[in-house]
């Protein structure tokens, strides 16, 4: 059974640093791409960020470039998001995503992760 487990939110102050984590099971996903999205209370999920397979490429929301890095850990089946200089507007639940297909994964991912709330407080 695939599984997503996100751990690493948490309550920050504006201008501060948080890094998520999302551990995957159940198979290998050095071949998937992986991301994350986010939703605030009362908005639709939004993209934040993906990383291919390799590592190789990633792709951001505007609002979060410059500030957030995603990587990842093959040999951990690990992906990661690197928050810094976060702001109020952060402020949701964050959720790990992935897809075969990188292009696919920013708008139908095929498996999602339970979420980890991210409170940034002014």
């Known amino acids: 059974q695939v599984q997503l487990v996100e751990s690493g939110g948490g309550l920050v102050q504006a201008g501060g640093s948080l890094r998520l984590s999302c551990a995957a099971s159940?198979?290998?996903?050095?071949?998937?791409?992986m991301g994350w999205f986010r939703q605030a209370p009362g908005k639709e999920r939004e993209f934040v960020a993906r990383i291919s397979g390799s590592g190789s490429t990633t792709n951001y929301a505007d609002s979060v470039k410059g500030r957030f890095t995603v990587s990842r850990d093959n040999a951990k089946n690990t992906v990661y998001l690197q928050m810094n200089n976060l702001r109020p507007e952060d402020t949701a639940v964050y959720y790990c995503?992935?897809?075969?297909?990188?292009?696919?994964?920013?708008?139908?991912?095929?498996?999602w992760g339970q979420g980890t709330q991210v409170t940034v407080s002014s």
């Open positions: 995503a992935a897809h075969r297909s990188f292009l696919v994964l920013r708008t139908t991912p095929e498996y």
């Open positions: 159940g198979r290998t996903f050095s071949g998937d791409a």
